[in-house]
């Protein structure tokens, strides 16, 4: 069986790796892959928004089955082009993946099917905007309408911060036309959590929950990255607020889509913050979250491709779909500098009996060198979080490039929470 998986990150090792389990799997193809890849799938220098090329690519190699998992070729309509080339495919058809490419589009569904989220207000006019900031309560959140690379959530502190952020979106365009509109939304407070689930438009199934850990600085302090490093289960994430979640979240979602004509199958992440005032979704995003995938996946002992299938297939209902009960800690090492400037090309060591999901390298005259913000994923998984951390942090100091950096509190949120 011939795979394709679109994508060249961390979250694309991971499930490139998964696939791999599976033994009816001769070949994978990554594009476009990276140096890390590699080593687990043939790379194929075509982007993943080269829709066009990448649709051509698995007609002519008589692919069996695709995987489409960033975002950008989502919401571009990769899936519908596939599907409509005769290839089995996984992952929401451009109309569902909406329900990421576009904050507002989300808060509005939310508000119609009364989902319980934060409220907001949305402004495609900048003076009007910055109008309602001059009252709006503060701290306050500023959300670019489309995608951003995951960045485009800015917390204000303070006011002048909030119209800044405004004016940077809006007019500077520091995200092109992902500022036309901007969602200006009430700040939440609770411990976040990411729950990414299998659906199929008719069954939902959530993955064991996670931890991200989004600023670039130990202590939750600095920019805000595409996440530092993860850790699964979490335990804020408890079998009643999980129950809570299903009833009142998970499904009407899924059910908000359905009655839109936007069904959506495939993996559904919800970004949730568990408030005073009970869970309230923070983002969806309409695929597997990065690195949240790099803890997840290792916890899942079915089998990753025939939950995909079933899922094509829309019969979720009869897959297996197991999760093993201990934990992950993923530790990403990026370059020093990230997600700002930073410099790349430096020759990277690692060892090759452990769990490393290589985000961004590539391979120079045989060397495997860094070519990215964050290069690594270190995954180790263990019977206790705490074993967890232990082992990543020390699989971490195995690995060698030059500049490296890392946030050295990965899960101390997650296990204070667990002793209370």
């Known amino acids: ?47 993943a928004k080269d829709i066009e090329k990448i649709t051509e690519f698995a007609v002519s190699n008589k692919i069996d089955f695709a995987v489409v998992a960033p975002d950008d070729p989502l919401v571009l309509g990769a899936v519908d082009s596939l599907q409509n080339a005769g290839i089995r495919t996984f992952g929401p058809n451009k109309a569902a993946a909406i329900i990421e490419g576009s904050k507002v589009f989300s808060k509005n569904l939310m508000k119609k099917y009364n989902i319980p989220t934060a409220e907001y207000e949305v402004f495609d006019d900048m003076q009007k905007a910055l109008e309602y900031l001059e009252t709006a309560p503060i701290p306050t959140v500023i959300k670019a309408d489309g995608l951003a690379l995951g960045k485009g959530v800015i917390i204000a502190e303070t006011r002048e911060d909030a119209k800044n952020a405004v004016i ?28 990414l689930s299998f659906t199929d438009g008719k069954t939902v199934v959530p993955m064991i ?39 009142k979240i998970f499904i009407p979602t899924i059910n908000a889509m359905n009655a839109e004509g936007r069904s959506f199958s495939g993996c559904l992440y919800f970004g949730l913050m568990l408030t005073k005032n009970g869970p309230k979704v923070i983002e969806y995003n309409c695929r597997f979250g990065d690195p949240e995938t790099q803890v997840v996946l290792p916890l899942l002992e079915s089998d990753l491709l025939d939950i995909m299938q079933h899922i094509y297939d829309k019969t979720l209902d009869k897959a297996e779909v197991k ?24 020759e990277i060591t690692m060892p090759e009996d452990k769990n490393i999901y290589v985000a961004g390298a590539k391979i120079e005259d045989g060397i495997l060198k860094t070519a990215g913000g964050r290069v690594l994923g270190v995954t180790e998984v263990a019977a206790t979080l705490e074993d967890a951390i232990k082992a990543s942090y020390e699989t971490v100091k195995t690995v060698k490039f030059e500049n490296a950096f890392y946030r050295k509190d990965i899960g101390k949120k997650a296990l204070a929470a667990e002793v209370k």
């Open 1 to 47: 069986m011939k795979v394709l998986v679109v994508g060249g990150g961390g979250r694309e090792h991971a499930i490139i790796k998964k696939i791999k389990e599976n033994k009816a799997v001769t070949e994978i193809f990554a594009l476009p892959g990276n140096g890390g890849i590699a080593k687990d799938a043939t790379c194929v220098d075509i982007g």
């Open 168 to 195: 940077s979106m809006m007019q500077d365009k520091v995200f092109g036309d992902s500022g036309n509109n901007v969602v200006i939304e009430e700040f939440l407070e609770g411990p976040e959590v990411s729950v």
């Open 209 to 247: 929950s996670s931890m991200d850990h989004k600023r670039a600085l130990d202590g939750d302090n600095g920019l805000n990255t595409g996440g530092m490093g993860t850790v699964a289960p979490n335990p804020y994430y408890t079998p009643e607020i999980a129950k809570e979640c299903m009833e």
């Open 323 to 346: 999760f093993s009960d201990k934990h992950a800690c993923c530790v990403v090492m990026a370059s020093n500098g990230y997600p700002s400037k930073y410099e790349s090309g430096f």
